[in-house]
């Protein structure tokens, strides 16, 4: 069961992860007409068709991770605690600190994103954006570094 809810509490990051991916290029480095590259149209998504998704997918993560957290609270950290893996110990910590902050902009990221798009809000939808993929990043990173160090499993 574990091992089902983090196999999809990652792909719900990815997924996360991508469409913020997207959306912050989108507003902070916009295509510009002729591009033909791959690059191009990664940046020429229209930004605002994935803030729904993004406040769902963000939900869902979090509510997934705060299932899976009793698991590391017992299993990981006492390791880390245990072998003096204190810096490892202390990103995740950050982590969690950084995602109730992202959970906490959520209204707000909803809010400057939601259609029609005001025009006087552009670069506070660009602050919160913005804010909200590195948090995203770090917290994705993060993640797969703790795993790594400690691995799966019993």
Not at 51 to 72: E, F, M, R
Request: glycine share 10%; charged share 10%; net charge positive.
């Amino acid at each position: 069961m574990i091992t089902t809810l983090l196999i999809f509490h990652g792909l719900c990051a990815v997924f996360m992860l991508g469409a913020l991916t997207h959306q912050g290029l989108s507003v902070w480095w916009p295509a510009t007409a002729g591009g033909r590259t791959v690059f191009h149209s990664f940046r020429a998504v229209r930004g605002a068709s994935y803030a729904n998704t993004v406040v769902v997918l963000y939900v869902v993560t979090v509510l997934l991770g705060s299932i899976l957290y009793p698991t590391y609270r017992i299993g990981v950290r006492s390791f880390f605690e245990d072998l003096r893996l204190s810096a490892a110990n202390g990103v995740f910590e950050l982590k969690e600190h950084f995602v109730s902050i992202g959970l906490g902009l959520l209204p707000a990221y909803w809010y400057f994103w939601r259609q029609p798009l005001a025009a006087e809000m552009a670069m506070a939808r660009k602050a919160v954006t913005a804010l909200l993929a590195f948090i995203v990043w770090y917290a994705f990173i993060v993640g797969h570094v703790v795993s790594s160090i400690r691995g799966f499993g019993p």
